[in-house]
């Protein structure tokens, strides 16, 4: 097999949080270690790709971040699938804790719809300020549609709203989603029932990790994340 998709995933994760509102979010600062991020159900996964980085931050320690070796391992990734880039930047301090004054919303639990109470929306489908992703522990769109509702003219409003609040046009939009999706399968095909807790609920004797996979061997072929299927190419 071949990680690079999941890394690719990994590093625009780690920059797709970043909102123009507040200017808060994004890869700088290695963010996707703590909570919540590292247990978003949008981030599934993705402490996976993290512990397979593990032996090169040993290597390098203090002169490599986490914030650049998530977005190196994405540049690197994409280069190895040959795509060419524009080459890589470092730079990034990384932070140590939870960032507890970013505001990700007031839902209370993960995935809530527009409809519970706390919504981030108010009117018709006003998003609250600063937030760019339409549902809590998502990082932008739900991929099923509006609240689960495949609707494509409403997928598009959302994509259109969230995106802009990124900093992105209709351009570089579909150059990231369509783009970002054509690498390789990320994402197994499985009951998303049997894809236990985050990391930040899972049992002590996981040692960070979530997501425990009881769907056949539970790695390599046999790895799920969310249960949605596309139309993937097995290999990058």
């Known amino acids: 097999g071949h990680d690079g998709p999941l890394f690719v995933r990994m590093s625009w994760h780690a920059a797709g949080t970043y909102r123009i509102a507040d200017g808060r979010g994004g890869a700088g600062s290695g963010s996707q270690r703590f909570a919540p991020l590292n247990s978003w159900p949008d981030n599934g996964n993705l402490d996976k790709a993290r512990r397979l980085l593990w032996p090169i931050k040993q290597k390098y320690g203090a ?4 914030a650049d070796l998530m977005v190196l391992a994405g540049t690197v990734a994409m280069d190895s699938m040959g795509f060419k880039t524009f080459g890589f930047a470092g730079g990034r301090p990384d932070i140590w804790a939870p960032e507890d ?5 007031a839902e209370t639990k993960w995935l809530a719809s527009s409809a519970e109470p706390n919504s981030r929306y108010s009117g018709e489908r006003q998003l609250d300020n600063p937030l760019a992703a339409v549902q809590m522990g998502l990082i932008y769109v739900n991929p099923e549609g509006p609240d ?3 609707d494509p003219l409403a997928s598009a409003r959302d994509i259109r709203e969230t995106f802009a609040r990124m900093a992105m046009d209709d351009e570089e939009t579909v150059a990231l989603v369509a783009g970002g999706h054509t690498f390789g399968k990320a994402h197994g095909a499985g009951d998303a029932a049997q894809v236990g807790a985050e990391p930040e609920g899972a049992a002590i004797e996981q040692q960070g990790l979530g997501w425990q ?4 061997t539970g790695k390599g072929v046999h790895t799920i994340t969310s ?3 596309g139309a993937w190419q097995p290999n990058p």
């Open 213 to 216: 996979n009881s769907f056949g």
């Open 148 to 150: 689960g509702v495949p």
């Open 227 to 229: 249960g949605i299927e």
């Open 63 to 66: 002169k490599l971040s986490w």
């Open 101 to 105: 004054d970013i505001y990700w919303g």
